[in-house]
């Protein structure tokens, strides 16, 4: 129930690719989808995130869909580029707990090729 | 940059051993979580402090302690080392939205 399942766990895209991450969760009581990147030796950054009141949430290259009756989510980097290779995970939080506590998949290593 | 340090940020112990993480924060923010990074696992919640006292706690035995300072600065403890605690220990200021992460702490335990 506290789990948040990642996919794929590396993905290799060519330079003005789409990589897609997906993951999957089951506690209805998340409220909150961060996403993360990682790069070697640094500490996660935050990246994009969204509630599940919206099903879509745009930056730049970065986009979030959001379905939750499937209780799904996916981060979208358009256009990927090679300085986009790193680790990216996904978090949700239980809005019904009285702290910040983000719950992370798994985490997805992409590389872009040049 | 999320303003978030942390020191030192390389350490080798022995099983056994104690170690003590810092962690400080140009934020202001008065929330600060602790969060354990396996190798190529996601970062675990290890325990938050709000206002200098403990506020949540994930699966993380006793062992793991920690304190928060008034000026929000953070120590994370670790006691009776064991070698499964080789990893990347991450601080976090917390919003009420979300985290936000210093560079960590790699502990390596032998």
């Known amino acids: 129930q506290q789990q948040v399942k990642q996919s794929p766990q590396s993905l290799i895209v060519q330079k003005g690719g789409i990589s897609i991450i997906n993951c999957a969760y089951e506690?209805?009581?998340?409220?909150?989808f961060p996403w993360y990147q990682q790069f070697p030796g640094k500490g996660p950054a935050l990246l994009i995130a969204i509630r599940p009141d919206v099903s879509e949430k745009k930056e730049g290259r970065f986009t979030i869909s959001f379905n939750k009756s499937a209780k799904q989510f996916s981060l979208h980097i358009m256009d990927s580029q090679p300085g986009d290779s790193a680790t990216y995970f996904c978090?949700?939080?239980?809005?019904?707990?009285?702290?910040?506590?983000?719950?992370f998949g798994q985490g997805t290593t992409l590389q872009v090729k040049p | 940059e999320t303003g978030v340090t942390q020191s030192p940020t390389h350490l080798i112990k022995t099983r056994g051993q104690q170690v003590t993480l810092r962690c400080s924060s140009q934020s202001g923010h008065n929330t600060v979580s602790w969060y354990q990074q396996a190798l190529g696992q996601g970062p675990q919640f290890i325990f938050q402090y709000y206002r200098e006292e403990e506020n949540g706690r994930g699966n993380f035995p006793p062992r793991f302690s920690g304190l928060q300072f008034p000026n929000y600065s953070s120590e994370l403890n670790v006691n009776a080392l064991e070698l499964d605690d080789s990893a990347l220990y991450l601080c976090?200021?917390?919003?009420?939205?979300?985290?936000?992460f210093g560079p960590g702490t790699r502990l390596l335990v032998l």
């Open positions: 978090a949700a939080r239980n809005g019904s707990s009285n702290t910040g506590k983000l719950i």
């Open positions: 976090a200021t917390a919003t009420r939205e979300t985290q936000y």
């Open positions: 506690n209805t009581a998340f409220d909150y």
